[in-house]
């Protein structure tokens, strides 16, 4: 329809937009969320839990987002702001990226006869609890332009929803956290994420991958736990939830043996023979007795 309009209409929109960009405010009435709750396959429906919300909000203001958010890209790709580890909604990477650098230090691994350990962290729904005012701290700390720290963050603020089922609407509830889905702003919230010497990083948006190859599979558990205390205290510090009985770790080797366990917030996380990462699966079923592993895709099996 936006494609259809009138040269009038578009010329209206056009000013309205540069009025937007030019004043820094984001209307209010454009971040009212309409959502549809889902029954997710085979989940029972008079569950909460078993529902997955669709938010739908006003085209034009989601158009006027990506003009927001275009110029917010080109500032972090001019200066080069992104950690280099982040593979997520940045351009000329995908998913393939972060799983060829992990499988190729998986192979490179078993030529040298080193093995590789690797924790997959599961972060409880998050893009949705970005904290408004720590993501507009970091705005300003990458030095971003202050009237678009303005605009992001007149975005981003004051926002709310109502939940419809059928023709029936609920009373508009505010939110008072996370930022959109698919987006660069998540990407900046952890930017600044902890690296560590010993061990190498993949980040896709909020899919963390952390791993290691040594000969001693102690040196693996110490290269692994010592990372993931610099990330619990960063995931505490800008109010990251972690769901640790959901994140994995997986050992890549030809010893009969397992590493010493992973720990994070005081539990461990086992050493599993499959994982899910990127939509991919890494299975070491075969590992010790054939001194291969595969991958798989989830959805086909192949």
Same mark, same amino acid.
Not at 10 to 22: D, E, H, P, R
Not at 127 to 132: E, G, M, Q
């Given at each position: 329809?936006?494609?259809?309009?009138?040269?009038?209409?578009?010329?209206?929109?056009?000013?309205?937009?540069?009025?937007?960009?030019?004043?820094?405010?984001?209307?209010?009435?454009? =971040?009212?969320?309409?959502?549809?709750?889902?029954?997710?396959?085979? =989940?029972?429906?008079?569950?909460?839990?078993?529902?997955?919300?669709?938010?739908?909000?006003?085209?034009?203001?989601?158009?006027?987002?990506s003009i927001i958010l275009h110029r917010l890209k080109n500032f972090?790709?001019?200066?080069?702001?992104?950690?280099?580890?982040?593979?997520?909604?940045?351009?000329?990477?995908?998913?393939?990226?972060?799983?060829?650098?992990?499988?190729?230090?998986?192979?490179?691994?078993?030529?040298?006869?080193?093995?590789?350990?690797?924790?997959?962290?599961?972060?409880?729904?998050?893009?949705?609890?970005?904290?408004? $005012?720590?993501?507009?701290?970091?705005?300003?700390?990458?030095?971003?332009?202050?009237?678009?720290?303005?605009?992001?963050?007149?975005?981003?603020?004051?926002?709310?929803?109502?939940?419809?089922?059928n023709e029936i609407l609920s009373n508009e509830y505010s939110v008072?956290?996370?930022?959109?889905?698919?987006?660069?702003?998540?990407?900046?919230?952890?930017?600044?994420?902890?690296?560590?010497?010993?061990?190498?990083? $993949?980040?896709?948006?909020?899919?963390?991958?952390?791993?290691?190859?040594?000969?001693?599979?102690?040196?693996?558990?110490?290269?692994?736990?010592?990372?993931?205390?610099?990330?619990? $205290?960063?995931?505490? =510090?800008?109010?990251?939830?972690?769901?640790?009985?959901?994140?994995?770790?997986?050992?890549?080797?030809?010893?009969?043996?397992?590493?010493?366990?992973?720990?994070?917030? $005081?539990?461990?996380?086992?050493?599993?023979?499959?994982?899910?990462?990127?939509?991919?699966?890494?299975?070491?079923?075969?590992?010790?007795?054939?001194?291969?592993?595969?991958?798989?895709?989830?959805?086909?099996?192949?």
């Amino acid at each position: 329809m936006l494609k259809n309009f009138p040269i009038k209409l578009i010329l209206i929109l056009t000013i309205l937009i540069n009025k937007i960009l030019k004043f820094n405010h984001f209307p209010d009435n454009w =971040k009212e969320a309409i959502i549809f709750p889902i029954n997710k396959p085979g =989940k029972d429906p008079h569950l909460t839990s078993s529902y997955r919300p669709i938010s739908l909000l006003f085209t034009i203001g989601k158009l006027t987002e990506s003009i927001i958010l275009h110029r917010l890209k080109n500032f972090i790709n001019e200066n080069n702001i992104l950690n280099p580890n982040q593979y997520g909604f940045t351009n000329k990477l995908s998913t393939l990226h972060p799983l060829l650098r992990l499988t190729e230090n998986i192979s490179e691994g078993f030529q040298k006869k080193k093995s590789t350990g690797a924790v997959f962290l599961d972060i409880q729904k998050a893009f949705d609890r970005v904290w408004i $005012n720590g993501l507009t701290f970091k705005l300003i700390t990458f030095k971003i332009p202050h009237p678009l720290i303005h605009l992001i963050h007149s975005y981003l603020t004051n926002r709310s929803f109502r939940i419809r089922i059928n023709e029936i609407l609920s009373n508009e509830y505010s939110v008072s956290a996370g930022c959109p889905q698919g987006s660069l702003l998540f990407n900046l919230y952890i930017n600044d994420i902890p690296d560590y010497s010993l061990t190498k990083i $993949n980040l896709y948006a909020d899919d963390t991958a952390i791993h290691a190859t040594y000969k001693n599979l102690k040196t693996i558990s110490f290269a692994l736990n010592k990372p993931l205390l610099l990330l619990q $205290n960063f995931y505490d =510090k800008w109010k990251i939830s972690i769901n640790v009985e959901k994140s994995t770790a997986i050992i890549f080797t030809k010893k009969q043996s397992l590493p010493p366990p992973i720990i994070m917030y $005081n539990t461990q996380i086992p050493w599993s023979q499959e994982a899910k990462y990127l939509g991919i699966i890494f299975d070491t079923h075969l590992t010790w007795k054939q001194h291969i592993y595969y991958v798989r895709d989830k959805n086909s099996g192949k």
